[in-house]
Every structure is written in structure tokens, then in C-alpha cells.
């Protein structure tokens, strides 16, 4: 055997054990992935519960976490649009009455952290009660808008995009968006308290 041959042999015999050695590595990955019997989808270098996942769906869920912005708003849940209304005035087909700046970074990620942890969802409940939401907040990916509703009254949330509309209940122990929603609407949250 020629020293080109030796050479080419040597060569495919160290790709074989570095493509062995990388499929033991992924193997590993995965397996540390699965923990407490609970697995996870891969969205774009993000982890999600795969119990996510399949309730709100890949594509709404990818585009909430990967979303450039976010805007918050205050909405009237029994006011629909009228002929005589602009889209514009409007959000899931509930009127707004106010709309907030954009989210700041940490309140972006205080509320993808919310919608990407499990013990957010009630996976096992599910409340009978008339959804009266009155928060939304709209994510931007791309082109894709996605508005995720809340109805604080019993603790219910809607997660709307073009395809699909998914109701599921929150725990309200965890989730505590009162703050938050306080940080953004400070004057109509203030007002609204000073009544009583």
C-alpha cells in the first residue's frame, strides 16, 4: 500500500470515529434534556415543554418567543366592532380602550418566561366561565402577529394567531400579572383602584 492510500485510510477512519463520538454527545444531549418525565421541543436553540407545545402549538409558541416586540393593551371585553368602527381601534375583535409603549426588555422576557413554564398552565382544569378578557398583548415576529388575551376573572387565556385559537386556563399562583399590567397602565389601573 502506497502512502496516499495509508493516508486516505487514516483519514476515513478518524471521520468514522469523530461521527461516533458526535452521535454518542447528542445521544447524551437528549437524555439530559428528558428530565422529571417531561420532555422538551427544540425551537430555534429554545427549549420548550413539549406539553406547551402541543396545547398552543409549535408555530404560535415559536413566534411568542421569538417575537422583536411586544405591545400590551387594556381592552373592553363586551364591545365588538361596528361597521362604523376602524380596525385599527381593535384587537381580537375587542375594543381598545388603551394601548401601552412598547415592553421593555426585562417585562419581554418576564412574560416569555410566563408562557414558556409549564406551571403557568393548568393543564388539568379547566374552568366553565364566560371569558371577559381584558388584557392583551400582541407579538411581533417577522410578519406573524400573535395576541395572547387574559381574562383575570377566571383565570383563563386565549392564544390567538392566523391559523389557530387555543383557550386554556393559567395559574393564577404563578402567573402574577397584576404587577405587570399595573407597571404598564399605571393611570387606568390607579383610577380603577381610587373608585372603590
Not at 66 to 71: E, F, H, M, P, R
Not at 166 to 177: E, H, M
Request: hydrophobic letters at 35%.
Amino acid at each position: 500500500m502506497n502512502t496516499k492510500s495509508k493516508l486516505i485510510l487514516l483519514l476515513y477512519a478518524f471521520l468514522i470515529i469523530v461521527s461516533c463520538k458526535t452521535n454518542k454527545l447528542q445521544t447524551k444531549k437528549m437524555s439530559m434534556i428528558e428530565k422529571n418525565d417531561s420532555t422538551v421541543t427544540l425551537i430555534d436553540s429554545i427549549f420548550i415543554p413539549s406539553k406547551i407545545v402541543h396545547l398552543i402549538g409549535k408555530q404560535t409558541i415559536s413566534d411568542i418567543l421569538l417575537s422583536d416586540s411586544i405591545k400590551s393593551y387594556l381592552i373592553n371585553p363586551f364591545e365588538s366592532p361596528t361597521d362604523s368602527d376602524t380596525l385599527h381601534s381593535y384587537i381580537a375583535g375587542h375594543k381598545i380602550i388603551k394601548e401601552s409603549q412598547k415592553l421593555s426588555n426585562s417585562q419581554n422576557n418576564l412574560l416569555k418566561t410566563w408562557l414558556s413554564d409549564t406551571n403557568s398552565y393548568r393543564f388539568d382544569l379547566s374552568n366553565t366561565c364566560l371569558f371577559k378578557p381584558k388584557i392583551a398583548f400582541r407579538f411581533f415576529h417577522s410578519e406573524a402577529k400573535t395576541t395572547v388575551l387574559f381574562s383575570l376573572d377566571c383565570n383563563k387565556w386565549v392564544f390567538i394567531n392566523d391559523s389557530t385559537k387555543v383557550y386554556t386556563d393559567f395559574n393564577p399562583d404563578k402567573l402574577k400579572i397584576t404587577p405587570l399590567v399595573n407597571e404598564l397602565f399605571d393611570t387606568i389601573v390607579q383610577s380603577k383602584k381610587n373608585e372603590k
